[in-house]
């Protein structure tokens, strides 16, 4: 598909609260709100050890600093209305998580009720980085934390010397087995995917490979990746080990505009996956340790939502929260620049927001509605920025790769850009409309915005200040010809 870089937006603000209306699934309109949460937070029950003893003895607050009380009532004065707690597995940690911190969490839901608190983890994936887990709310939510934990956290065990089937992809394959086979599936994320990268392409501990055959094996479970990573204010911490945003490794290959290689390239390896028609979703987290001004720790965090916020569309539910995200209602951003974000597609009757798919016949006319609330409010910074352009992105499906470690999407375009003047305002809501040339192939259409001028993000550099290169990212809307 083409791109255009001098579009034609209609400014038709009736429509959009028509299209806005539509949106959830059928559901009413008033049935579903936006509804803030941070997906990774840590407390302190994310241990250090004295290995001095054997098995180690768990060291409380050594890797993460506060409670989840505290961790709640925090998210709730940053507006958050969700949260997961996943803290650090290691040394037999599943009984602490059992025995101690669920209790915590138990007594935190009672504490912060108006905060949807999840019970997870952050799990030490065999053979891979970092996955957020997520466990449906249910009274046997820690005994289904305990047996993931306990089997396949390649930190659980203890030996000596080490079990090398921890760390490998048999036992990978195994866990996520087990997980796509329980009667209520948890989800599943990849954390920071591109922190142990070597450079633009050169991945890690986490490959294209590697995601492609995760969702493949458990596709209802393994849902996405971190977009936009944590340990955003690791720049701003005068005593912080990273001068850069997200703490990332190597000088070469840092976040862009925040956000991890693999979401922020236009036709990158997120494009790719997309391009196969995988429903393969992004979010954005704190990953709260220590917050970046505290005096006893260096830290390089921000309170869970105070800087980045996963807006999920949904009823302030567990059970639809959850739904939510693994359905792709949602989207990922910086700095509170957007608060709310209606996309959808139309043709004729019929229509689909984020995470779903518009069904039309070859040659059909569509057209792409973008509205959001830009809000005259001042974020954790105490600044109120300001969305200066929003870019509507195109790319094809065109099914399955041959190459499984491939990472572009030659077809993904910038198919228009919207500078702020060009569209229509409703106070601090925004909104245009245009209509994608006449469809003949399956396709998928993503949004996403920014405070700055930059055309593309550019790789973030050292000491940078979060707070002035803002960024919000949606997910994908599927086109599908019948």
């Not at 306990?150 to 930190?155: E, G, I, L, P």
């Not at 599936?185 to 591109?194: D, Y």
């Not at 990273?242 to 036709?267: H, K």
Request: hydrophobic letters at 35%.
């Amino acid at each position: 598909m083409s791109s255009q870089s001098a579009p034609s937006p209609r400014f038709l603000w009736s429509c959009v609260l028509c299209a806005a209306a539509a949106l959830a699934l059928a559901q009413p309109a008033a049935d579903r709100e936006w509804l803030a949460g941070d997906s990774h937070i840590h407390s302190h029950w994310s241990t250090g050890y004295d290995y001095r003893t054997s098995p180690p003895t768990p060291i409380k607050g050594q890797d993460a600093l506060y409670s989840t009380p505290r961790n709640a009532v925090m998210a709730r004065r940053f507006g958050l209305r969700w949260m997961v707690t996943t803290d650090h597995g290691g040394p037999y940690h599943s009984k602490v998580n059992l025995e101690q911190a669920y209790r915590e969490l138990t007594l935190s839901r009672e504490l912060v009720p108006d905060v949807l608190q999840f019970y997870g983890m952050e799990l030490n994936m065999p053979g891979m980085d970092h996955h957020t887990l997520i466990v449906p709310h249910a009274a046997d939510e820690a005994s289904v934390l305990f047996e993931i934990e306990s089997r396949f956290d390649y930190n659980e065990d203890w030996a000596l010397p080490p079990d090398p089937r921890r760390q490998s992809a048999g036992l990978r394959r195994e866990a996520l087995a087990h997980m796509q086979g329980l009667d209520r599936l948890p989800i599943l994320f990849a954390n920071h995917p591109s922190r142990s990268a070597e450079a633009i392409g050169r991945y890690g501990r986490v490959e294209p490979w590697e995601l492609r055959e995760n969702n493949d094996l458990a596709p209802e479970v393994y849902r996405g990746m971190e977009g936009a990573p944590g340990h955003q204010a690791a720049t701003l911490s005068p005593t912080s080990r990273s001068r850069y945003r997200g703490a990332y490794w190597n000088p070469g290959a840092q976040t862009l505009g925040g956000f991890d290689q693999m979401t922020a390239i236009v036709g990158g390896l997120w494009d790719a996956l997309l391009g196969e028609g995988r429903r393969f979703w992004i979010v954005a987290s704190s990953d709260s340790h220590f917050h970046y001004t505290e005096p006893v720790r260096a830290g390089s965090d921000f309170w869970p939502g105070e800087f980045h916020k996963t807006w999920v569309h949904a009823r302030p539910t567990y059970a639809d929260v959850l739904d939510g995200l693994r359905r792709g209602r949602m989207f990922a951003v910086a700095g509170d620049l957007v608060t709310e974000l209606e996309v959808s597609l139309a043709s004729g009757r019929r229509k689909a927001g984020l995470g779903g798919t518009l069904r039309v016949a070859p040659g059909a006319q569509v057209t792409a509605t973008i509205a959001f609330r830009d809000p005259e409010t001042a974020n954790g910074a105490g600044e109120n920025p300001a969305v200066r352009r929003v870019d509507l992105i195109v790319g094809e499906v065109r099914g399955p790769t041959s190459d499984p470690a491939n990472d572009r999407n030659p077809t993904t375009r910038v198919f228009a850009r919207f500078p702020r003047e060009a569209l229509a305002r409703d106070g601090d809501r925004y909104a245009v409309e245009t209509v994608l040339p006449a469809v003949d192939r399956d396709l998928y259409v993503r949004v996403r915005g920014t405070s700055s001028e930059d055309i593309e993000p550019p790789m973030d550099g050292p000491d940078e200040n979060p707070w002035h290169d803002l960024w919000f990212y949606s997910n994908p809307i599927f086109i599908e010809i019948e």
